[in-house]
T-cell receptor, first 120, second 114 residues
C-alpha cells in the first residue's frame, strides 16, 4: 500500500507554454500533498504544501502565480508551471500524506517517482 | 524542524556494513529521526525512523545516541543497489495533527564499490 504516482514522468515543452503535472495517491486518501523541486546535484527543495479543498501554502521565494497548485480531491493534486522558461527545467517530486481517516500511518508521507521537466 | 549535519559523501565496499552518521544536536523532545534515500532520478524512499530506541527493519538499523543528538544508519550488507543519497531528517510526530512538512538537507552520497 501507500503508492504515489506522477504523470507525466517526463515532459519537454517550448518556452512560454504551460505544463501540468499530476500527483495521485493510488491506495489511500491524502488530505495533504507536498511539491518539491530538485535541480541537478542539489537536494529537494520544498515548494508548497497543498491541502485538499483549500489554497496551497507556498514556501518563501516560490511564486504562487507561476506554480499553480490545485488539490481538488483526496487523491489528486496538480502542479501547473505557467509560462515555463528554461530556468524552470527541473525534477519535480510530490509527496502525499495519509489522511486522518487512515487506520495506520496517519500523517506519514510517501513520495512519487518524480517528473522531469525540460523547457527548450 | 531541527537541522541535521551529514558528511557529503562516503564509500563502502560491497558486502560490508555501511554506517552513515547524522548530527542533530538541536532536536526537540517530540521530534523523530527519519532516514530516506534517493536513488538517481527517482523519488525519495523511506528507510526507517525512530524516537529514542534503536530500530531495525528489513532495510536497515537505526542507532540513536542516549542524548538523541546524533544517530547512525546501518546498512548491514551493502550492495551496489544501495548507491544513493541518504537523507537524515528530524521532524515532529506525524499523525496527531496535520502532516508536517519534510525539509531535506544536503544528505550523504553513498557509493558502494564492487
Amino acid at each position: 500500500g501507500a503508492v504515489v504516482s506522477q504523470h507525466p514522468s517526463w515532459v519537454i515543452c517550448k518556452s512560454g507554454t504551460s505544463v501540468k503535472i499530476e500527483c495521485r495517491s493510488l491506495d489511500f486518501q491524502a488530505t495533504t500533498m507536498f511539491w518539491y523541486r530538485q535541480f541537478p546535484k542539489q537536494s529537494l527543495m520544498l515548494m508548497a504544501t497543498s491541502n485538499e479543498g483549500s489554497k496551497a501554502t507556498y514556501e518563501q521565494g516560490v511564486e504562487k502565480d507561476k506554480f499553480l497548485i490545485n488539490h481538488a480531491s483526496l487523491t489528486l493534486s496538480t502542479l501547473t508551471v505557467t509560462s515555463a522558461h528554461p530556468e524552470d527545467s527541473s525534477f519535480y517530486i510530490c509527496s502525499a500524506a495519509k489522511g486522518q481517516s487512515s487506520s495506520s500511518g496517519r500523517g506519514e508521507q510517501f513520495f512519487g517517482p518524480g517528473t522531469r521537466l525540460t523547457v527548450l | 524542524d531541527a537541522k541535521t549535519t551529514q558528511p557529503p559523501s562516503m564509500d563502502c565496499a560491497e558486502g560490508r556494513a555501511a554506517n552513515l552518521p547524522c548530527n542533530h544536536s538541536t532536536i526537540s523532545g517530540n521530534e523523530y529521526v527519519y532516514w530516506y534515500r534517493q536513488i538517481h532520478s527517482q523519488g525519495p524512499q523511506y528507510i526507517i525512523h525512530g524516537l529514542k530506541n534503536n530500530e531495525t527493519n528489513e532495510m536497515a538499523s537505526l542507532i540513536i545516541t542516549e542524548d538523541r543528538k546524533s544517530s547512525t544508519l546501518i546498512l548491514p550488507h551493502a550492495t551496489l543497489r544501495d548507491t544513493a543519497v541518504y537523507y537524515c531528517i528530524v521532524r515532529a510526530t506525524p499523525g496527531y495533527s496535520s502532516a508536517s512538512k519534510i525539509i531535506f538537507g544536503s544528505g550523504t552520497r553513498l557509493s558502494i564499490r564492487p
